[in-house]
């Protein structure tokens, strides 16, 4: 699977849009692009995924470049409650099943 | 609403004891995994079930066992806990095709002493 790269942390006020970049510019033709988050303690939670177009649903938007070497995942609204490590990984159809993070994007929403 | 569920949040246990965790999931997923997560370590997996009685090794077996007598149910067993198994056990479950989203569990923080 490809190698992603993600900032460490970074800040978020709250009620305004958190846009998350990822890097994967080794990224096959066959590779989907996740994203999960993990609140602290608790079990990592799916976001959303894509493979070439953007896409969109009740957590978060994801956009792709045409190019498919980066991504960004936006949290249109944060929350106090969004604050967590966020993680992008990419996955190939394959037998190999095992998820492997990264260090992820620790992202705290402030008041 | 997809659910995956595990036993115990908290576990405290002894070395040298057996320890069980379960996980239930309600999707009628075929893939069911166990991982251990630690810090620094990142997501380890110690095994997965692609079936009913099925099981594979994942990078990190040693010193687990793993049953599952049916399609929802997935149970991770410490034959003899020892400390260096204190850990976030997470267990996650997934459609058949190596794609499809894992959804995870809250998570079991055993601590053995």
């Known amino acids: 699977d490809a190698k992603t790269t993600q900032p460490t942390s970074m800040d978020c006020a709250e009620g305004r849009a958190a846009n998350l970049p990822c890097n994967h510019s080794?990224?096959?033709?066959?590779?989907?692009v996740y994203w999960y988050r993990q609140i602290h303690s608790q079990g990592p939670q799916y976001i959303i995924h894509g493979l070439k177009n953007n896409e969109t649903n009740e957590m978060a938007s994801l956009i792709i470049t045409e190019d498919r070497k980066s991504s960004t995942l936006i949290l249109p609204h944060a929350t106090l409650r969004d604050t967590a490590v966020y993680y992008c990984?990419?996955?190939?159809?394959?037998?190999?099943?095992?998820?492997?993070f990264g260090a992820g994007t620790t992202v705290t929403v402030r008041a | 609403d997809v659910k995956v569920t595990q036993s115990s949040r908290y576990l405290v246990k002894r070395t040298g004891e057996k320890v069980f965790l379960e996980c239930v999931q309600d999707m009628d997923h075929e893939n069911m995994f166990w991982y251990r997560q630690d810090p620094g370590l990142g997501l380890r997996l110690i095994y997965f079930?692609?079936?009913?009685?099925?099981?594979e090794k994942g990078d990190i077996p040693e010193g687990y066992s793993v049953s599952r007598e049916k399609k929802e149910r997935f149970s991770l067993i410490l034959e003899s806990a020892s400390t260096n198994q204190t850990s976030m056990y997470l267990c996650?479950?997934?459609?058949?095709?190596?794609?499809?989203?894992?959804?995870f569990g809250p998570g079991t923080r055993l601590t053995v002493l």
């Open positions: 080794t990224i096959s033709g066959n590779e989907y």
């Open positions: 079930s692609y079936d009913v009685k099925m099981k």
């Open positions: 990984i990419v996955r190939v159809d394959s037998d190999d099943y095992k998820l492997s």
């Open positions: 996650a479950s997934s459609g058949a095709w190596g794609t499809d989203t894992q959804y």
